[in-house]
């Protein structure tokens, strides 16, 4: 499908002085796609320069377009020596791509133009150097046309959507989901490839960023074939990470699920609640199979809100009649290689039974080997994944990921996600809201024939199926679930000291290790549920780091009592039960006999303590959750118009002596504090879909970053029905903060209803949230799926401030041009936020520092409501 794309280059602002004599600069502007370039006239003595240029055309197939950012950057003429960069501008052109069918709302009153048919890019764009920052703005409008294109063997993917969030978009119907998608992609880092032994840091910070924003790109197109070859249309739960492997080069890996997705109408958008959908027939070249094909059926299509199967309409009763689902036939199930789905929350019905976390590492030396390699590294770990889950009788593995550690050439490799039940039945029965909700933590394998020792109970809300002490879960909590109380977060650390060596010696030391850090995470995990008096976690992330000398295990999640499982045990009562049977402790010990040299290293001792407090207790006032929603909710609103607050906080320091794990928990104690401290004027309020992620950048430090989403709230329950807080199956309705808590706020902050504050949209500009939504308002239209990586590179860390001064400053100027982008495309709003990789390396006596950030999310045009409080 060829295209031309036009560019026109309108002015530029704020420009930093060039010119040191007369205090101006002598800007032009450098247009790029591929390998054809245009210029602009030189606007000379002004830091205001006024272009007004011609419209420069590109003509490309859609493939390169995908492939290929557009580049703008900035110069400054000079008439006797080399032009001068001032920065550049990256654009990325897949939102251009999109059909104009993505738009979810039919009103189109409110929307401009560009918003509708998503073939233009506007506005003001901040110009950004790798060694300054950013440098003044540059105008500019790009325009699309596309041409029609039957042909079968072109190599472009135009017009799949992807989405970052994890579940179902809102605004769209479910039709068919179609299974696992990933691609992977290998470069060689341009950190890495000095032609002259010489670093030129401007230059080779500019080579990797404009390599980075082509791999994304390549990534998405290639998955993007992959999606319209099974017959699908979008790819949600997408993820997108770059590994670093030093001199071997750069891999970027993107996986998702492809599923069919349609707009809904404007009263179903309205009243939408996500049911069971189809999932369609793909064939599959491997001989291991989930589940027997002869135990795939038809599913039944969901049933459609607003409307009866019989075409009368659904009348609304105090108590809401349970909707009969409507029979399409469809053909049988069948997810292909691997049942993996990438979502973690999920339409009440859909997930029959958890199984419980399954996962798979490996540890691999680095070489020169190509994508293959590392492409079957993977499958290996999801062949092992894939079965785990079979062994505990479930046919998918839901809120799967992947995670990788490199230190020189040593690399880890983790895959993760819920073994479970998916539903497959034709006869399948929809949840009711009398019903307990309890089957879903039934365990879907047989008592007698277990694949592990554990001890089993009889649910005690059905008193009929059978379930486990504990539930561990790597997805959000299930709709329907009745939970005791309110979430906390649930923190484990494990450190473990290993020899400095290289090769195959500092692989095999590796991976020796790994089993024990496991355990022992789980030991923890295990004390820290008794304490906090939960008996599951739900959204929890395991993961493992790899340093010079260290090795750094750590998990997190929520803690919840659910009701269906037996109580938690006291602390002490959890002691004298693991200190009781000798024989189970010896074989279990025998079990972890994995040959591993040392044996005496390998002995495991966890105190009450756990290495080191527990830190999922959070003041009163605040209440928190590492997923979308907060577990235990009762009926609370949000004052989301008007409170409403994205958080980053980056740690790093040098470990001297090396980091233990009491030492690691108190670190997270102290940055979750500082939150707390930061955040007090919002009180009450609750931090949903916290993420905590560890990295060892250098030899001896420690990096700990914390993102998450601050939401004031308040008890509006006679406002409830007036404000829409129900967003497509996630129930908005945070937990209300007990009396106690709310006598315990403080009082001297000014009311809420004393402050006079004008609509979010005039505050703030765009709203950058980790959430799939924007509380207090509602998604008319996805622009897109933006991904941009940056770079930032000072040799004069005293002079500004420090280290963390450079960091912070970095996070927000990429914030400022994440806005700007989202705003050029017609959005107002970036959601499913992710800051995947934050690389921070310094050199304390050189004055150096450079940092790496990848950040993505889905672009979105909201529409505010207001609720009077």
Known sequence: ????????????????????????????????????????????????????????????????????????RLMDYDTYSANDAIGKVYLNLNPLLLPSSLVVSQDYSN??????????????????????????????????????????????????????????PEGYELKAIHGFVEELVFADDPEYQWIDKIRTPRSTNEARQTLFFKLNGQVKRKIGLKVLDIGANSVVGYKQCFDLEGECGVVVRGLGTAVTLDPITPLEFQDAKREPSPLCRRSSDSDISVV???????????????????????????????????????????????????????????????????????????????????????????????????????????????????????????????????????????VDEDETGCSVYHIPYNEASHPFRMKLSKCLQCKNGKVGEILLSTADLMDGSNVDGKGSLIQASVTR????????????????????????????????????????????????????????????????????????????????????????????????????????TNIVEVGNDCGGGNVGVPPDGFLISTTQ??????????????????????WKAKMCPLPSSASISAQFHRLLQGVYFKLRGMTPCALANLRIKVDLPQPDDLQISVVGMAVGLAEVEKHLNNCNSNYDGIELKMSRVDEESARNTPTNRPSRKSIHTPPREQRYGVDVSPLCYVPGARISNYLGNLNFFFIRESSCIRESGGLSSFVHGFVAEVLAIVRAHVTAIGGNALISYTMSECYLMNNTHKNQAQCLINVGGDAVFVKYTECNV
Not at 143 to 160: A, H, P, T, V
Not at 300 to 316: A, K, T
Not at 635 to 649: D, I, K, Y
């Open 497 to 600: 000291v290993k020899r400095e060596c290289k090769g195959e010696m500092n692989a095999k030391e590796v991976s020796d290790a790994l089993p024990f850090i496991e355990y022992e995470l789980h030991t923890q995990l295990m004390h820290r549920i008794s304490s906090s008096g939960c008996n599951g976690i739900i959204g929890l992330k395991v993961e493992i780091c790899l340093g010079e000398r260290i090795l750094v295990g750590y998990a997190t999640g929520t803690g919840i009592r659910l009701s269906a499982l037996p109580p938690p045990l006291s602390p002490n009562e959890n002691n004298d039960l693991v200190g009781s049977d000798e024989d189970d402790i010896e074989e279990e010990l025998r079990e972890l006999d994995l040959n591993s040299g040392n044996k005496e």
């Open 111 to 168: 929307l401009s133009n560009n918003q509708v048919k998503g073939l233009t890019i506007s506005g003001w764009l901040p110009v950004y150097d790798t060694m300054h920052g950013i440098r003044g703005e540059v105008n500019i409008v790009v325009k699309l046309d596309l041409f029609e294109d039957f042909n079968r063997f072109r190599q472009s993917s135009c017009g799949i959507q992807f989405f970052s969030s994890s579940m179902i």
């Open 292 to 430: 027997p094909r002869d135990l795939f059926y038809s599913w039944r299509d969901f049933w459609s809100p607003g409307h009866s199967p019989s075409g009368n309409s659904l009348v609304i009763t105090d108590k809401p009649s349970k909707p009969t689902p409507a029979v399409r036939p469809t053909e049988p199930l069948d997810m292909g290689e691997y049942p993996f789905l990438t979502l973690t929350k999920y339409p009440a019905g859909f997930i029959q039974h958890i199984g419980g976390v399954v996962s798979a590492r490996a540890v691999k030396l680095l070489g020169v080997d190509e994508a293959e390699t590392r492409d079957s590294w993977w499958t290996e770990l999801r062949l092992e994944v894939r079965s785990h889950a079979r062994a505990l009788a479930c046919n998918a593995v839901i809120a799967y990921s992947e995670h990788t550690t490199v230190w020189d050439d040593v690399c880890i490799l983790s895959a993760s996600g819920t073994a479970a039940v998916i539903s497959q039945n034709p006869n399948i029965k929809l």
């Open 1 to 72: 499908m060829p295209g031309k794309l036009k560019v026109k280059i309108i002015a530029g602002r704020n420009l930093p002085v060039m010119d040191r004599s007369s205090d101006t600069t002598d800007a032009f502007v450098e247009i790029k796609l591929g390998t054809v370039t245009y210029k602009t006239d030189v606007c000379r003595k002004t830091l205001n320069p006024q272009w007004n240029s011609e419209w420069y055309k590109f003509e490309m197939e859609d493939a390169e377009l995908q492939d290929e950012p557009l580049q703008i």
């Open 629 to 650: 929603g907060i577990p235990g909710a009762s009926a609370v609103g949000l004052l989301a118009v008007r409170n409403l607050q994205m958080f980053t906080q980056i």
